[in-house]
C-alpha cells in the first residue's frame, strides 16, 4: 500500500515512510493512494475468527512487501490481548464495544497496532521518537502501548492542568522510555507544537520523531479492522443491509470505517452520529463547510467544531461525491436524545451505554425510523467507544444506575507529575528531551 498527500497526487511514499513521516512535506494529511480489495481474506472467516488471527491475515497483503505473514503475527499478538465484543440487542441492532483496553476507550486498537508495527518497522534501525499531544486518557493509551517497546522513546506533551493515570516506574528517569513534558499553554499549543516538530527537518532527524496522535495513518488506518471484525461475527445471521452508526467529533473512526468498505467489506452505508455541535451536518448534505461556535455537551469527546480529519473525509468525496451521499447519513444528536437514548438501552436491552454510545444509538433509532429501505432486515451496527464508568455521573442522571469503576479505570484517575514544565516553544522541548535522554 501506498500513500499520498490529500494536497497532492504525485509523490507516493510507503506504509513505512508514512508512519515514520506522519506528515507529507507538500502539506495536508497522509491518506492510501490506492486501496486493496481484501475480501478474499475475510470472507471465508466466522464467529470462531480472534481479533488476533483477523489482523494477522489481512495486514500481509493490505501493506505487501512491509509485513510478511510471520511479522504480521509477531505485530497482532504483541499489541492485543484485549479484543472488541459484539453483543447483539435484537435483529435490528448490535452493538461494537470498542472499550476493552486499558484505558477503556477505542482509540486504545489503533495506538496499540501503531506501537507493535512502529517496534517491527524499527528493527535493527537507530532509535525513534514517538512525540504526541497529549490530554485525558489518551496519554495513558499512549504510554501503556509504546513502554517498552524497543527501539523507542514516547514523548507525551500535556497542556496546564492536571496530568493523570502515567506510572512514574515507565519514566526515562526511572529506566523506562516514557517522558511527559508539561506544557504552559493550551492543548492546542501542544499539537502546534508535535507538527513544528515534524516539519523541522533537522530537528525531525535528529530524534526521528514521529507521533501516536490521528495525525499518524498507522494510527486511523488499522481502527479499519474492528469494522471487519464486525461483519465476520454477525454476517451469518444478516437478512439484508448492514449499516453502522459512529459516534463522530473528529471523523477518525468514520474514515476507519470507509477504508473498511473500501477494503471489500459488504455494507449499505454509514451513520454520522453527532451531538449537538453537528460539525459536518451541513458539510453531508452538500454545502460548504463552515465551521461552527463550539457547543458543550453531554458527550465531550464529539464536541468538536472543525474536525482535525476534515482533509481525509474530503478526500473522499472528491473522489466519489455521489457514492459518499448515498453512503453517508447525518444525524445530530442533542443531550436529551442521548440521555433518552441511554436510559432505554438499559430499560429494554440491560445494557448501560456512555453518552457517545448513547449519540450512535439514537442516531441508529432514527435513521431506522425514517428512511423507507431500513425495513425489518436492515440491522445497524453501533459503536461503543468509550465504557460508561468512565462517564460514570451522566450515566447514573440517565438511567438510575450507579458504576463501580473497574480497577483498570480507577488507576486512570491518580494525579501524576511531568519530568518538565517548559513554554510552548521548540527550542525549550528541544532542551527537555535533549536533558532526559
Not at 535493527?124 to 493509551?141: C, H, K
Not at 437478512?239 to 473498511?260: E, H, M, R
Not at 451536518?281 to 463550539?294: I, R, Y
Not at 436524545?337 to 436491552?349: F, G, I, N, P, S
Amino acid at each position: 500500500m501506498q500513500f499520498r498527500s490529500t494536497q497532492s497526487n504525485k509523490a507516493l511514499v510507503s506504509f513505512k515512510d508514512a508512519v515514520l513521516r506522519c506528515l507529507p512535506q507538500e502539506g495536508g494529511l497522509y491518506v492510501p493512494a490506492s486501496v486493496m480489495d481484501l475480501r478474499q481474506f475475510f470472507l471465508y472467516m466466522d464467529v470462531d475468527t480472534g481479533y488476533p488471527e483477523l489482523v494477522s491475515t489481512v495486514a500481509p497483503p493490505l501493506l505487501q512487501g512491509e509485513l510478511n505473514p510471520f511479522s504480521a503475527s509477531r505485530v497482532a499478538e504483541s499489541a492485543f490481548a484485549f479484543e472488541p465484543e459484539i453483543l447483539q440487542l435484537d435483529e435490528r441492532f448490535s452493538l461494537l464495544t470498542l472499550y476493552n483496553g486499558p484505558t477503556g476507550v477505542f482509540k486504545d486498537f489503533g495506538i496499540a497496532f501503531l506501537a507493535a508495527v512502529m517496534e517491527e518497522l524499527l528493527k535493527n534501525n537507530r532509535r525513534g521518537m514517538v512525540l504526541s499531544a497529549a490530554r485525558g486518557d489518551t496519554g495513558v493509551s499512549i504510554a501503556h502501548a509504546f513502554y517498552q517497546r524497543q527501539n523507542m522513546v514516547s514523548c507525551l506533551l500535556y497542556p496546564s492542568g492536571p496530568i493523570r493515570g502515567l506510572d512514574p516506574r515507565t519514566f526515562v528517569s526511572n529506566g523506562g522510555n516514557i517522558i511527559p513534558i508539561q506544557i504552559r499553554g493550551t492543548f492546542d499549543d501542544c499539537q502546534r507544537l508535535v507538527i513544528e516538530a515534524i516539519k523541522d527537518q533537522p530537528f525531525a532527524e535528529r530524534y526521528s520523531i514521529s507521533t501516536a496522535n490521528a495525525l499518524n495513518p498507522g494510527r486511523l488506518l488499522p481502527q479499519a479492522f474492528y469494522y471487519l471484525y464486525a461483519f465476520i461475527k454477525l454476517k451469518q445471521q444478516l437478512k439484508g443491509d448492514l449499516l453502522f452508526s459512529v459516534p463522530c467529533g473528529n471523523f477518525g473512526n468514520f474514515i476507519a470505517g470507509l477504508y473498511a468498505w473500501k477494503f471489500g467489506m459488504p455494507v449499505r452505508g454509514f451513520i454520522a452520529a453527532m451531538n449537538a455541535n453537528n460539525a459536518f451536518g451541513d458539510f453531508l448534505t452538500g454545502a460548504a463547510f463552515k465551521p461552527k461556535p463550539l457547543i458543550s455537551t453531554i458527550s465531550p469527546e464529539l464536541d468538536v467544531s472543525v474536525p482535525s480529519n476534515y482533509e481525509r473525509f474530503l478526500s473522499f468525496y472528491e473522489e466519489a461525491p455521489a457514492v459518499m451521499r448515498n453512503m453517508v447519513f447525518p444525524e445530530a444528536i442533542d443531550d436529551r436524545l442521548t440521555r433518552e437514548a441511554m436510559d432505554k438501552v438499559w430499560k429494554q436491552y440491560g445494557v448501560l451505554l456512555d453518552p457517545h454510545g448513547a449519540v450512535a444509538f439514537a442516531a441508529a433509532e432514527r435513521m431506522m425510523a425514517s428512511h423507507d429501505w431500513c425495513d425489518g432486515n436492515a440491522h445497524i451496527v453501533v459503536l461503543a467507544t468509550g465504557h460508561p464508568a468512565r462517564e460514570a455521573e451522566s450515566v447514573a442522571k440517565a438511567t438510575g444506575q450507579l458504576l463501580a469503576i473497574p480497577p483498570r479505570l480507577a488507576v486512570l484517575r491518580k494525579k501524576s507529575d511531568p519530568i518538565a514544565l517548559i513554554k510552548p516553544h521548540l527550542d525549550a522541548l528541544e532542551g527537555a528531551i535533549a536533558s532526559c535522554i
